[in-house]
């Protein structure tokens, strides 16, 4: 079955800190990946996509990640984190070419602190 | 900005009861989904919805969930009778194009607790 697995349900940096959110999925077909962010009191927004064009995906924010199909994974990165970066972050993946379903991980908190 | 609108954001019922979600999808999105999120577990995928029927419904949408579009505007889902494992918090979504193309929009989310 198609599935999306997030290490780590909860991850602390400082203000300035890399940020390095792990995601990884299982697949023996080309999967289409996707990272959401959710603050609080508010829905899912897309941060990014990866749909098989360039490996390396630009986001919002300032957050970017890297398919990497030899290790099944789509890690999520920001250079220097933000207070404002503080939020639960969803790794999703779809495998359907008609595309209908997302299936999402469990979840990542990220906190920041100054 | 368009966005999806939810309502209610919170509803509590008791056991057995019928409890519909409503939703307004971006205006002009063709595809609508539900999705839910238990306290402290993953967001689950419920029901896709397109060109006026199901497209894909997961295994969680049993016989006891129904969808419907009754107006060209509002997206409801339906739970006949509530049990105390269907609290979750509900999310809908719209897209203008199939997902792995097009981006979900989704809603702040409807939180349903059954007593």
Redesign the interface.
């Known amino acids: 079955a198609q599935s999306v697995t997030q290490l780590g349900s909860h991850v602390s940096v400082s203000e300035g800190a890399l940020v390095l959110l792990r995601c990884n999925y299982s697949s023996s077909v080309p999967p289409?990946l996707f990272w959401?962010v959710q603050y609080p009191?508010?829905?899912?927004?897309?941060l990014l996509?990866y749909?098989s064009a360039a490996t390396l995906v630009k986001g919002i924010n300032g957050f970017e990640a890297e398919f990497k199909k030899s290790e099944t994974s789509f890690h999520l990165t920001k250079p220097s984190a933000h207070m404002s970066d503080a939020a639960e972050y969803?790794c999703?993946v779809?495998y359907?070419?008609?595309?209908?379903?997302?299936?999402?991980?469990?979840?990542t908190t990220l906190s920041v602190s100054s | 900005e368009p966005e999806v609108t939810q309502t209610p954001s919170h509803q509590v019922t008791q056991m057995g009861q019928e409890v519909i979600l409503r939703c307004v999808p971006i205006s002009n999105h063709l595809y609508f989904y539900w999705y839910r999120q238990i306290l402290g577990q993953k967001v689950e995928f419920l029901v896709s919805f397109y060109n006026n029927e199901i497209s894909e419904k997961s295994e969680i949408f049993d016989d006891q969930f129904s969808v419907e579009r009754p107006d060209g505007s509002n997206f409801t889902l339906k739970i006949r009778s509530t049990k105390l494992e269907d609290s979750a918090m509900y999310f809908c979504a719209s897209s203008e194009s199939s997902v792995n193309t097009g981006e979900l929009f989704f809603g702040e989310g409807s939180r349903l607790t059954v007593l």
């Open positions: 289409y959401y009191n508010q829905g899912l927004q897309l996509k749909t969803f999703a779809s359907n070419q008609a595309g209908t379903a997302l299936i999402f991980g469990k979840g």
